[in-house]
């Protein structure tokens, strides 16, 4: 044995010896005690050792709690053991903890799927229209399933969309065509005014495409009676009234094919070209704003009364 007292080992000789009993080595402090200690001495610091290790142990050590484990070893020896006597126990006993939690992968494994399967489908309702992510927001995996689920992550190019869009537009610049050419030949001589034409139909049909989508509720203010209403003043009233009628039938149809968003648009842009026909004063302009306005209100309130009768009277029952 290390401790053994042969003539052939000195105290050096049997501290080295027990030092490299462990991994880690013992200290040197503490394997000179153990080479020093009398059987009976020893006998009791190794029984305490035994008795505090074997308490350990009993419990589930998982990997990472073994540091943890060891530095509360102090706290379970015996407080009546003198201060050396104690470090030595502690330090043996430490030497000794392991963690003792194996983990079964297949187990493991078995419970995970267990668990997904008893686990029921969560549904989520997203509604024409509604916003599916902020700007700023942080993507999860649930965000990326709805994405992917609507179509949005990747989208494909919708044909029968994308013809429905070409077959819209044609329509529409072709009855413009059709009006200016019968009731208005002259402005297709008039390079200037054609491209002023152009240019506020692009701009409002653009930002309404820009701001509209995602947005429901701006479809309802976005200012398209001002079209009609320059066009009013700076060409004719007539071609005014027939913009009108096109932005309204392309803003109804940005907004999701809303028949409310088309009205209100029509109201809005066929009083705003009628309101600032020939006036010249500059009054004469705000007054035609208040009227544009109040058409516009009036135009919702026809739509949307009924739905608030229902609602009072539900709330009222």
Do not use: C
């Not at 306005?293 to 009036?298: K, L, P, R, V």
């Amino acid at each position: 044995m290390a401790r053994g007292t042969s003539v052939n080992r000195t105290p050096d000789q049997r501290t080295q010896a027990i030092a490299a009993l462990t991994n880690p080595p013992l200290t040197d402090t503490t394997a000179r005690q153990l080479a020093l200690l009398d059987d009976f001495h020893w006998s009791i610091i190794a029984n305490e050792a035994q008795r505090v290790l074997q308490d350990i142990l009993k419990d589930r050590i998982p990997p990472d709690r073994v540091d943890e484990v060891r530095s509360g070893v102090q706290f379970r020896v015996s407080p009546f053991f003198a201060d050396a006597d104690r470090t030595v126990a502690v330090e043996l006993v430490q030497r000794f903890v392991r963690d003792n939690q194996v983990l079964n992968q297949d187990a493991t494994l078995r419970a995970q799927q267990d668990a997904r399967e008893a686990v029921g489908p969560v549904e989520q309702t997203y509604e024409r229209g509604q916003t599916v992510i902020r700007d700023g927001q942080v993507v999860g995996p649930l965000e990326v399933e709805a994405l992917e689920a609507l179509g949005l992550r990747n989208p494909e190019l919708d044909w029968r969309s994308v013809a429905a869009a070409g077959l819209l537009a044609a329509s529409l610049i072709g009855v413009l065509a059709a009006f200016i050419w019968h009731f208005d030949r002259p402005l297709i001589y008039r390079d200037r005014r054609m491209i002023l034409l152009a240019g506020l139909i692009l701009v409002a049909t653009i930002a309404a495409r820009m701001v509209i989508p995602g947005r429901p509720l701006w479809a309802f203010i976005f200012p398209l009676p001002a079209v009609s209403m320059l066009l009013a003043i700076l060409i004719d009233a007539q071609l005014a009234l027939s913009v009108g009628v096109m932005l309204a039938v392309l803003l109804a149809w940005i907004a999701g094919g809303s028949l409310e968003v088309g009205v209100i648009g029509l109201v809005g842009t066929m009083v705003g070209g009628l309101a600032v026909w020939r006036k010249e004063r500059m009054l004469a302009y705000f007054v035609a704003g208040g009227e544009v306005a109040a058409a516009m209100i009036a135009a919702y309130a026809a739509f949307f009364w009924p739905v608030v009768q229902m609602t009072w009277g539900s709330s009222a029952s």
